[in-house]
């Protein structure tokens, strides 16, 4: 009886730090979630300074397979309100590699080329894979693309699919939507964040 007793209590104890590990997962899933959503669902359509070949893009978005550069504004919730460059990658931190959020103060409207003094937020520890991918919902058919290459409008969705510590996390689709006072598509209503 001692012994059926223990190993229940065994198997109890199992399952619920189980349940414990798929709950804190969950929770980091939908928080990491729910905060690049915020931040890539503000990006900015200002146009770029010093553009010197047609092959460039005039908007502040260097978009590509494993990085993805933008301009948009940080949601005060998270205590650095206002215009900032973004870069969503994967960087070394403790050993492995990690998916990092760097921003810096959108000063001038220039893509930054340099990333050691902006702030980091380490979003997810422990990536194994990380692949971005760009979709122009304006096509009849839109397409995931690996990187974007047009020259005349921003990409409408990126998808980010992802995998850490053995653990496949959802596909997110997150709406790149332009601020409305930096959008040219735009009615020209003011926006916080925003500028023509």
Do not use: C
């Not at 009886?1 to 065994?10: F, T, Y």
């Not at 414990?20 to 939908?30: C, G, K, M, S, T």
């Not at 974007?148 to 409408?156: G, N, V």
């Not at 601020?179 to 735009?186: F, K, Q, R």
């Amino acid at each position: 009886v001692v012994l059926a007793l223990g190993s229940a209590l065994r198997t109890t104890a199992q399952t619920e730090e189980r349940v414990d590990q798929r709950l804190a997962r969950n929770d980091e899933i939908r928080v990491v979630t729910g905060f690049l959503q915020s931040v890539l669902g503000r990006i900015s359509g200002e146009k770029r300074q010093g553009i010197t070949s047609a092959d460039e893009s005039p908007f502040l978005i260097s978009a590509g397979p494993q990085e993805l550069v933008w301009a948009g504004v940080m949601p005060a919730r998270f205590g650095v309100a206002g215009r900032q460059f973004f870069r969503l990658a994967l960087a070394e931190v403790g050993g492995s590699s990690a998916l990092v959020l760097q921003f810096t103060p959108l000063e001038e409207s220039v893509l930054p080329t340099a990333w050691d003094q902006a702030a980091s937020e380490v979003l997810v520890r422990n990536v194994a894979a990380f692949a971005l991918q760009y979709q122009d919902a304006a096509q009849d058919q839109p397409e995931w693309l690996a990187a974007w290459q047009t020259k005349d409008r921003l990409p409408s969705h990126v998808l980010i699919s992802m995998e850490a510590a053995n653990v496949a996390w959802p596909p997110l689709v997150v709406a790149m939507r332009p601020l409305i006072a930096s959008d040219p598509s735009a009615s020209g209503v003011p926006t916080f964040g925003g500028r023509r």
